[in-house]
């Protein structure tokens, strides 16, 4: 984008139009509805926001440069760090060896390479907290995807709290209601070093790190929310399957509907959010099937496109009343009497947002006008639906570069307009076919039987080397001079997962979670435990909760000396599990949190963080907060590879265009050091240390910097005191 020579007044004027303007819509919740703001008024309004942030983006470098005085002298002009999600540096090392990684062999000799240490639990949401914030999960709050709600010990988002409250109109001697409001807050605590940065002046463009939804606002920058974006029926990523057939199973993570093909063509109803009176809104789309040439023309509302047979359409506006999302069709299944057609999650429409996806509000607009609707859902890649078998590794693979794709173009448009300052782009595609493929590196992989195992054994390798040859691009676009800093980090690596633990059926067996009327399995979500006799339990796949009285709704083990002689002998017994059929054992070691974590937050925490060994994790069922009969089953779901063990097993990678001052570089390094390198003073309560100049002695709580023996002379200390 040019600068601007426009009028100033112009440029102001277009500030005031950021500052009055409401979004057209704003989302209320699953189950709420939409409420709209509809006028001419705010239609005009909200292509005002688009057009303006064009016209402000030049002033950004003008008041940088005044208004930097007097602030510490940065180091360098820019800093840009690429995130890949999931970069194994066994593999990577592996593969650069091999010749098939040349160009981050290249880098790792010109400057460093590494593994970086992971958080404690490793699992994405908390690993990209600590990235953020340059602190471990006690001072950012979050321990996983899932957590319980002590009130009722249902599961809530960890991350993310979005609920509708009543609006009222305050008279004086009443207050009159007048329907709802959305209310979104991030559950993430501490605070992301780009607001500090911004705070100083420095600019910052941040494209789809996990963990920033619902967007903070922040001074001097630009963001696009990542993981936990919702999709607009207000889940985590709800797909839908229309097929001629019978219904596949009563529960597949998606929504299965049977469709009728009547000659050539297909009718049916793209379903949306609640409306209004509670009911889900449709939208009609239809299918034209061409048998001879197999091609297709898919209509949803009034825009008709034609694809192939296993041909994704573009992203088509799924109007609904009141509100659009947009959506991929597919058809994964055609032959000569039955038709499968998959959909993908209905995303929020960037150029339209139901919801607040960027800061500011009108970022995610601009960059649709830009490039073209792109993929908002915080999990984009559509694991569910090929871990159900309702799309093939095809249908996945295709949906996970198209999204890649995408962006690398947001990636590109950030690089060209920030000249100075932060750039951090995270993409997913790494992590999430790591995911779904790592069966192939493994030919007694359970989850190989009745699947292939040969057309898509190299895919892992080639995702490899696809990023060694996205690497040269970035190179290339960023302009390694010697006033730049360029990263490439992941946030943990990877390992084979081939056997569940189901731990509330051991914790059942061991006597500490007891079922209602003596049942031996237990539904999900607790539906059938005994509160009154539970003394421990698990959900999500990190920790073991200790059902403590005064925070547990229900608690009945006392806080103190009862807990922590519970929590100890939980330890004890769990680092002496082994799996039946293979006679290994199961767990690593199992992490008591507060002796690992000692920030505000981890009383809330897990008291067990459960360090397994590679090969196991949580189970399905256990992290769904269900008893299954047995403890143990083999993994056969698609997802074939997993990182929910022992951190140290599992480090992040490290590339860098320079050499860093140490040889065991962390997560918890990342902010300090970008503070650093701008001038910005590191705030006492962040846990790392710059990376570059004398290292500098800082307290890092994380256990990839504590050796084994030690948390075990600790937990006997405390054992003997007890």
């Known amino acids: 984008m040019q600068s601007s020579r426009r009028p100033l007044r112009l440029t102001l004027g277009m500030c005031l139009a950021l500052s009055l303007t409401e979004p057209a819509l704003a989302y209320i919740g699953p189950g709420a509805g939409f409420a709209a703001a509809g006028s001419l008024l705010v239609l005009l309004g909200t292509f005002a926001l688009a057009f303006g942030i064009i016209m402000l983006w030049p002033l950004k470098v003008v008041i940088k440069v005044f208004s930097r005085r007097g602030k510490g002298k940065a180091k360098v002009k820019r800093v840009v760090i690429v995130g890949l999600d999931g970069f194994d540096p066994g593999l990577a090392k592996q593969y650069m060896d091999e010749g098939k990684m040349p160009n981050f062999k290249k880098l790792a000799e010109a400057g460093h390479f590494s593994p970086l240490g992971t958080a404690m639990p490793s699992i994405s949401p908390v690993a990209w907290s600590t990235f953020a914030t340059g602190v471990d999960a006690s001072r950012h709050n979050i321990y996983d995807f899932l957590t319980r709600d002590p009130c009722s010990y249902m599961p809530v988002l960890s991350s993310t709290d979005t609920r509708t409250v009543p609006r009222t109109l305050n008279l004086g001697f009443a207050k009159v209601p007048f329907g709802q409001r959305a209310v979104y807050k991030i559950l993430q605590r501490s605070q992301p070093f780009w607001k500090l940065l911004g705070q100083n002046h420095v600019w910052s463009s941040i494209l789809r790190v996990p963990i920033t939804f619902p967007p903070q606002k922040f001074k001097n920058g630009t963001l696009l929310s990542g993981m936990c974006v919702p999709d607009l029926q207000g889940t985590q990523g709800s797909f839908s399957f229309y097929s001629t057939k019978d219904k596949k199973g009563a529960h597949i993570g998606g929504q299965q509907f049977r469709v009728v093909r009547r000659g050539n063509r297909i009718e049916s109803a793209l379903k949306g959010p609640p409306g209004k009176d509670g009911h889900a809104l449709k939208c009609p789309f239809t299918v034209e099937l061409d048998d001879a040439a197999r091609k297709a023309k898919i209509t949803v509302a009034s825009v008709t496109v034609e694809v192939g047979f296993q041909e994704y359409t573009p992203w088509l506006e799924v109007p609904f009343d009141g509100v659009t999302g947009i959506a991929r069709i597919y058809l994964q299944d055609w032959d000569e009497r039955d038709v499968g057609i998959y959909v993908t999650p209905i995303n929020i429409d960037p150029e339209s947002p139901a919801m607040p996806i960027s800061h500011p509000f009108v970022y995610s607009i601009y960059l649709a006008k830009m490039m073209g609707k792109y993929a908002t859902l915080g999990l984009a890649e559509d694991t569910w639906a090929l871990n159900e078998r309702v799309i093939d590794e095809k249908a996945f693979l295709d949906q996970a570069w198209l999204i890649f794709e995408e962006r690398k173009q947001q990636l590109w448009d950030a690089l060209d307009k920030t000249k100075r300052g932060l750039v951090t782009c995270v993409f997913d595609t790494t992590d999430r076919i790591s995911h779904m493929f790592y069966r192939y590196l493994d030919p007694d992989h359970p989850a190989n039987e009745g699947k292939d195992t040969e057309k898509f054994k190299n895919v892992i390798p080639e995702l490899y080397a696809k990023m060694d040859a996205f690497l040269p691009e970035m190179m290339e676009k960023v302009g390694m001079d010697d006033d730049t800093v360029f990263m490439v980090i992941s946030d943990h690596g990877f390992c084979n997962f081939t056997r569940g633990v189901n731990l509330n059926s051991w914790l059942r067996d061991e006597g500490y979670l007891v079922l209602k009327d003596g049942k031996k399995v237990g539904a999900d979500w607790f539906m059938d435990v005994d509160w009154a006799k539970t003394r421990a339990f698990t959900l999500g796949l990190t920790g073991v909760f200790i059902n403590r009285k005064g925070r547990e709704r229900n608690g009945i083990v006392e806080p103190g000396e009862e807990v922590d002689k519970l929590t100890l002998e939980l330890k004890r017994k769990l680092e002496k599990l082994v799996d039946p059929k293979t006679g ?139």
């Open 584 to 722: 290994n054992p199961v767990i690593n070691e199992c992490f008591v949190t507060k002796q690992v974590h000692d920030g505000p937050y981890a009383d809330l925490a897990p008291e067990l963080l459960i360090g397994y060994h590679r090969g196991f994790r949580h189970s399905w069922d256990c992290a769904t907060g269900a008893a299954s009969e047995e403890i143990f089953t083999d993994n056969t779901k698609s997802w074939s590879g997993d990182h929910c063990v022992d951190p140290r097993l599992v480090p992040g990678s490290f590339w860098c265009n320079r050499k860093v001052n140490t040889e065991e570089p962390a997560l918890s390094d990342m902010a300090p050091t970008v503070l650093d390198l701008f001038g910005v003073e590191i705030p006492g309560y962040m846990l790392g240390a710059p990376l570059f100049g004398e290292r500098t002695k800082r307290t890092r709580r994380s256990t990839d910097k504590l050796p084994k023996f030690q948390v075990a002379e600790k937990a006997a200390d405390e054992e003997a005191q007890v």
